[in-house]
């Protein structure tokens, strides 16, 4: 099982990524989508990451999940560059055998991505304002739940 | 020979730029003191680098502590938790 | 939140459903596709439902995921009739403003699925053969997790 | 007034038909007791509803015990343990 780790700035179709991994043979199929919410005045969120690492580190995470449950493949994909309010920019998908695998894989990317992949994201509203997004505890603590 | 040094997000903003070469003083055993003889050089670097609880840091391109030795190190990336996905 | 529900024989467009749950607005869209799996010599996978109840068996777990997690959309396809290897059976499909509630709720329809809609599958093998797939208790437990 | 009984997967396939209008006998109190009276039927009856264990029921379309009373009751379906998704 050779993950599929992408990182780009140009949009992806979740459909022609699910057709790969259903592909595969593995019988149940899970993803997940993350998207700009268009909340609180956000005109683009810009997203910036560590050339080099974020690959190493995404691809750590997909050998841990393949360790730990029975993949027939895996597929991540992040955005980088300014995104609009609406704009996809992640995607998780798994597939395997049993559903709970698939499922619980993807879970438990998504929120390893959340914590440990070596990306920021900045919010740049549209009076002129940008921040830096916070990191959120709930964050760590929803990685924390796979340990033990 | 020197470090590279990697800076992102705020941290780069507050410095003003996104990297360089670091010569250390021999005293600097640790990725921790490295940080602090960055942040003594002020303006910029001492606020980013001020609060060590506010960083992370990768060491050739993995997460570690500060306590890392700085042996053998080729590059050190400085940056906020992350906030991906 | 009104759930989409669909019982046909027509394949689905899992890439057409995840566009409808992304245009919801909640930022976070989770789904399960499963597909007939090719194994055992099976050349076709009969699917029988109850209709009438099915439609009502479905919204009624679509609510109680609604009744336990912050959703902005459900969608829950499930083909009937004769399928080939490979082809679609099932998709489950949320969106939320939180990845978790998503994801859960996207685990818990599958799961109660399985064991509170009334389909039944036939396997059909290339020599002749037919038999009624047997209910599995792993599935009940699936479901039986979801309580307390 | 007659109740509408309908037969699913190999209940369907042992039994030769997917549904009927049955009256049953003011004797039978419960969807069991109705069970066991189409069982007693023998043929395909006998070998599609002997064994309850194997079984599951609706009542006007929603998920049911053998214990439910018959009174008011328009539709019961019988029927293996499901097998979707």
Redesign the interface.
């Known amino acids: 099982m050779t993950p599929e780790i992408r990182i780009q700035p140009e949009d992806f179709e979740p459909g022609a990524e699910i057709a790969r991994l259903e592909g595969l043979g593995g019988g149940a199929v899970a993803t997940f989508t993350?998207l700009v919410r268009g909340e609180g005045g956000i005109r683009t969120m810009g997203?910036?990451?560590?050339p080099?690492?974020t690959e190493?580190a995404l691809g750590g995470i997909a050998d841990q999940a393949a360790a730990r449950w029975a993949l027939a493949g895996v597929t991540i994909i992040?955005r980088v560059g300014r995104l609009g309010p609406g704009a996809r920019?992640?995607f998780v998908g798994t597939a395997s055998h049993h559903r709970r695998d698939a499922i619980e894989a993807m879970h438990f990317i998504?929120d390893w991505?959340?914590?440990?992949?070596?990306?920021?994201?900045?919010e740049e509203f549209a009076d002129g304002r940008s921040e830096?997004?916070?990191?959120r505890a709930a964050?760590d603590a929803a990685r924390d739940r796979w340990s033990g | 020979m020197g470090i590279e040094l990697?800076y992102?997000?705020?941290v780069r903003e507050a410095i003003g730029k996104d990297g360089e070469t670091a010569e250390p003083p021999a005293d600097a055993q640790t990725v921790g003191d490295l940080v602090a003889w960055l942040a003594a050089k002020g303006d910029g670097y001492g606020e980013a680098l001020g609060t060590r609880d506010k960083l992370r840091v990768?060491v050739d391109?993995?997460?570690a502590g500060f306590d890392t030795p700085l042996d053998g190190v080729r590059e050190i990336?400085i940056?906020?938790?992350?906030?991906?996905?």
């Open positions: 993350g997203l910036e990451h560590y080099g690492m190493k992040h920019i992640v998504i991505l959340k914590t440990d992949a070596p990306f920021w994201k900045r830096w997004v916070a990191a964050d | 990697l992102f997000a705020w990768a391109q993995v997460f990336a940056f906020p938790p992350v906030t991906g996905g």
